[in-house]
T-cell receptor, first 118, second 114 residues
Framework: AQTVTQSQPEMSVQEAETVTLSCTYDTSESDYYLFWYKQPPSRQMILVIRQEAYKQQNATENRFSVNFQKAAKSFSLKISDSQLGDAAMYFCAYRSAMRGFGNEKLTFGTGTRLTIIP | SAVISQKPSRDICQRGTSLTIQCQVDSQVTMMFWYRQQPGQSLTLIATANQGSEATYESGFVIDKFPISRPNLTFSTLTVSNMSPEDSSIYLC???????????FGPGTRLTVL
């Protein structure tokens, strides 16, 4: 079974600075997807960024980028120019690329609470 | 992304009663899921809602406690039966749109059981 580990329960960053959230995972599969979701106090789970394991290029979405190290099974999220609206719980998640037999489900890490200091 | 709505957004219920949560999507999706998020915890998958057939439950979750329906491609319900305070959680539905591999989440239902 796949596992996802987020070793930082809490992180804080000054507004406008850069912060990196860590995520490692364990899998025997070679093809899969990795995601970062954000959950603000409103509790809505919002997709931040998505990475396909077969792509070597790191995904980027505006101020959000990932450092995907497949061999190390590491998938960190970098937030540049942090804004107050970035304050939330951030969850890393894994999904197999295989279809059927429950492979489409997401396995989540325990989350990192990010605080933005004005 | 898909527009996903959940009803109710929150509820406070008495022990021993049941609550049905609805999830509606604005377009056809291939898959629908139900997750539970206990206070201060991460998300745990309850089951995959299968259109026109019985849901597929994860280990630790049973149909008698969490019956699920999915009568068509855009709608699903989750019932939390015979509730106890331990069922107090956020319940979220998620969907995978046709042609994608990404799950999008509804706004969640915050359930408190007294």
């Amino acid at each position: 079974a796949q596992t996802v580990t987020q070793s930082q329960p809490e992180m804080s960053v000054q507004e406008a600075e850069t912060v990196t959230l860590s995520c490692t995972y364990d899998t025997s599969e070679s093809d899969y997807y990795l995601f970062w979701y954000k959950q603000p106090p409103s509790r809505q789970m919002i997709l931040v960024i998505r990475q396909e394991a077969y792509k070597q290029q790191n995904a980027t979405e505006n101020r959000f980028s990932v450092n995907f190290q497949k061999a190390a099974k590491s998938f960190s999220l970098k937030i540049s120019d942090s804004q107050l609206g970035d304050a939330a719980m951030y969850f890393c998640a894994y999904r197999s690329a295989m279809r059927g037999f429950g492979n489409e489900k997401l396995t989540f890490g325990t989350g990192t609470r990010l605080t933005i200091i004005p | 992304s898909a527009v996903i709505s959940q009803k109710p957004s929150r509820d406070i219920c008495q022990r021993g009663t049941s609550l049905t949560i609805q999830c509606q999507v604005d377009s056809q999706v291939t898959m629908m899921f139900w997750y539970r998020q206990q206070p201060g915890q991460s998300l745990t998958l309850i089951a995959t809602a299968n259109q026109g057939s019985e849901a597929t439950y994860e280990s630790g979750f049973v149909i008698d406690k969490f019956p699920i329906s999915r009568p068509n491609l855009t709608f699903s319900t989750l019932t939390v039966s015979n509730m106890s305070p331990e069922d107090s959680s956020i319940y979220l539905c998620s969907v995978v749109r046709v042609g994608t591999d990404t799950q999008y989440f509804g706004p969640g239902t915050r359930l408190t059981v007294l």
